[in-house]
């Protein structure tokens, strides 16, 4: 089993950028395929990103694709999400998951999920 926790979020201005972290304990990362959602207000949670296990695979919402960029560092068991250009419909809570099944999945069936960031991006 795995435990993750999220930090780097907060308040940035459009335009601006931020890196969250996703700090991973109780297993190693590289046996999982980890992935970043986020749920804003009143809307359905939705895949942003997710990376294979080696990190020689990864995927993006079209949403983000350009502006945003997943990576991972298995040997400090940490994923990232460095996010440039922010909009302001990229606020939202920003989960980090991990799935112990092989393949990159862009549903929410992945095993284990964080508590979630907070990013606000302000006009």
């Known amino acids: 089993q795995v435990q993750l926790v999220e930090s780097g979020g907060g308040l940035v201005q459009a335009g601006g950028s931020l890196r969250l972290s996703c700090a991973a304990s109780?297993?190693?990362?590289?046996?999982?395929?980890m992935g970043w959602f986020r749920q804003a207000p009143g809307k359905e949670r939705e895949i942003v990103a997710a990376?294979?296990?080696?990190?020689?695979?990864?995927y993006y919402a079209d949403s983000v694709k350009g502006r945003f960029t997943i990576s991972r560092d298995n040997a400090k068991d940490t994923v990232y999400l460095q996010m440039n250009s922010l909009k302001p419909e990229d606020t939202a809570v920003y989960y980090c998951?991990?799935?112990?099944?092989?393949?990159?999945?862009?549903?929410?069936?992945?095993?284990?999920w964080g508590q979630g960031t907070q990013v606000t991006v302000s006009t």
């Open positions: 998951t991990a799935d112990r099944r092989p393949g990159i999945r862009i549903n929410q069936g992945y095993d284990y």
């Open positions: 109780g297993s190693t990362i590289s046996m999982y395929v």
């Open positions: 990376i294979n296990r080696n990190g020689g695979s990864t």
